[in-house]
């Protein structure tokens, strides 16, 4: 029964230590080795600190769920208030929307092509393989051509737009616009958010566009699929509604993906390490939000479609 | 800091028991400070002890843990978004490291402020900004130069423009003469007298430094801060307050070292400081 305590007590009180230990390489700059490690306290007092530190856990996670939540409140406050001048939106736009076009076509391209190799045996064993344009086209309007057009935001623009803003934030340039009478929100912030959210979907619609057309090209011309029964397939069972779907989920991306790449940014701690920690931690993330958004939106548009259309769809 | 009535009445900021902490650590405690308008003040004292974040606190750019700070007898904590934005306007700030901003060309950068808040024609903000330019002796080419092409005197002359093209009533200088070579630091100090000089000595300033040539040549005001950890819990952390000639006769050991530069025992200090936290 002691041993089951103290066993206890230590994973309980290990946390603490470590903590501790931390904090004070922090402070000094360096470690302090094993030499001064604190001698063993009671039970009683392990317990407070298990419960001291889970609090500031719990406390912390509120603080800064609190923070971000005002500071969406802020950008849509200025957004409805007031419009940002062209000046600012149009390099903005052309970030989001001109430089990211490439590298989403690319992508769209390759994972039609990469649809089509994966399944093509499985339903070749089925002598099911004219139904591949269903599948190919369904997966990549529904799911895959929004949430990887929003993974190549996030990681192009998201973490840059976390690291510009770090380094303002770091050079005081964030500072300097609030000491000359310009809203930071306003002026950085709400023009990022507006192309990100605008211009998602055009993005989605071209990583859609891109990976039709590569997964037809892969299985059309490549493994020779009959190319009548390949659309034939696809238009009966890919319609607008999936197309929109597809679409709707990518504006939540979108706003997501800059809210927390601004908020990281804006956040940024001292120094270069600070700036490449705001830009991982916007992509992280942004990605980690894009993917439970993601899964949330499905069950939300699927509760809707079979509310319209009990009876669904079989690609079989 | 005693004040008389009559000059109260005129005070333009007006810092009321100031209190600023990060996490846990206090950084200022206390601070009342009073500055009239037209004045012109120094603020010493060594790295680390809050005369940065002083200065911020006087724009509303750090907000206090308690006390408050007035300007021109508004409470800036009180005051949401776009008030705070209209009050702004009657500030210039020259950051220490210039803070440019590095997308913009210099002549962006210096029209930024009257773009924001007049409507002025581009022919005449061209001018404005041209003029100011000149004033601070750089020539019509910088202006579509990009910050990052600039050399650190330079970039230090457009941000003095930049804060300056307003008008604004209060100008704060955040180290302005550091890491400038000593003729460039004079040209500073020549620039903030004749702000000074050429608004009838209607400009408020408030300059952070460390450079006592600039304290003494600029200020009619001088205050000191000293690091709230090195104070005991009762001390004030202004340890003075008066006008620059009084300063080399001060009593005071911690001020005669700091205008004389002496390290005296801090070196042996510091030492004892990190021994006691076990190094």
């Known amino acids: 029964m002691l041993a089951v305590l103290e066993v206890g007590w230590w994973f309980a009180v290990t946390p603490a230590l470590s903590r501790r230990e931390r904090e004070k390489e922090t402070e000094l700059g360096m470690s302090t080795g094993t030499a001064d490690r604190r001698p ?18 719990a406390i912390e996670a ?47 391209t390759f ?38 057009a929003a993974t190549m935001l996030a ?8 690291a510009e803003l770090g380094t303002m934030r770091v050079t005081e340039q964030i500072d300097a616009l609030a000491s000359m009478g310009a809203n930071p929100i306003h002026y950085l912030v709400v023009p990022r958010f507006l192309a990100c959210l605008f211009l998602i979907p055009t993005l989605t619609v071209m990583a859609d566009f891109m990976g039709v057309v590569g997964g037809y090209f892969f299985t059309v011309e490549i493994l020779g699929i009959d190319k009548h029964h390949y659309w034939h397939n696809s238009q009966q069972f890919v319609g607008v509604f999936d197309l929109l779907s597809g679409i709707f989920k990518s504006l939540f991306f979108g706003a997501a993906i800059a809210m927390i790449s601004c908020y990281r940014g804006f956040h940024c701690l001292p120094g270069a390490e600070g700036v490449g920690r705001a830009a991982t931690a916007a992509f992280v993330y942004s990605f980690v939000m894009i993917l439970i958004l993601d899964l949330f939106l499905g069950v939300l548009i699927n509760s809707v479609y079979y509310t319209f259309w009990p009876e669904g769809v079989s690609f079989l | 800091m005693t004040v008389s009535p009559t000059s109260s009445n005129r005070s333009l900021v007006d810092v009321h ?32 002890c809050g005369k940065t974040v002083l200065l911020k606190s006087i724009i509303g750019l750090i907000r206090p843990t308690s006390g408050s700070v007035h300007f021109d007898g508004n409470d800036l904590a009180s005051l949401n978004d776009r ?39 581009p022919a005449r903000v061209r001018d404005l900004v041209l003029t100011r330019l000149a004033m601070v002796g750089l020539p019509d080419s910088v202006v579509s130069q990009k910050p990052a092409e600039l050399s650190g005197g330079m970039r230090k002359r457009v941000g003095l423009a930049r804060a300056l093209i307003m008008n604004p009533e209060l100008i704060l200088y955040d180290e302005p003469t550091t890491g400038l070579d000593p003729i460039m630091s004079d040209v500073i100090n020549e620039l903030m007298l004749r702000t000074k000089s050429e608004n009838e000595n209607d400009v408020t300033s408030i300059i952070v430094t460390h450079d006592m040539r600039t304290a003494h040549k600029v200020a009619d005001r001088i205050i000191m801060v000293f690091p709230l950890s090195r104070l005991e819990p009762d001390e004030p952390q202004l340890i003075f307050d008066g006008a620059p000639e009084k300063l080399d006769h001060c009593a005071d050991r911690r001020v005669s070292q700091f205008i004389n530069g002496e390290a005296g025992e801090r070196l042996t200090e510091l030492q004892q400081a990190s021994s006691a936290r076990g190094l």
């Open chain 2, 83 to 121: 008030e705070l934005t209209q009050q702004r306007a009657r500030f210039g700030y020259v950051f220490q490291n210039a803070a440019l901003f590095d997308s913009l060309t210099v002549g962006q950068n210096v029209a930024f402020p009257l773009r924001q808040h007049r409507g002025y024609s």
């Open chain 1, 155 to 162: 990681g192009r623009v998201g973490s840059a737009m976390a």
């Open chain 2, 17 to 48: 028991n100031l209190h600023v902490s990060f996490d846990t650590q206090d950084v200022l405690r206390d601070v009342t400070l009073r500055v009239r308008r037209g004045e012109t003040v120094a603020i010493i004292g060594e790295s680390g």
């Open chain 1, 62 to 108: 509120v603080v800064s769920v609190g923070d971000l939540v005002l500071f969406c409140m802020r950008i849509l406050s200025w957004m409805f208030t007031r419009m940002p001048r062209r000046e600012t939106l149009l390099p903005n736009f052309y970030q989001v929307g001109v430089m990211s076009l490439p590298v989403v076509a690319l992508t769209g």
């Open chain 1, 40 to 57: 063993r306290r009671g039970l009683a007092e392990g317990m407070h600190e298990v419960v001291v530190d889970w609090g500031t856990v």
């Open chain 1, 111 to 148: 994972i039609g092509m990469v649809l089509a190799v994966q399944s093509f045996w499985q339903f070749r064993e089925l002598g099911l393989e004219t139904r591949l344009g269903a599948v190919i086209n369904m997966s990549l309007v529904r799911e895959l051509g929004p949430v990887l």
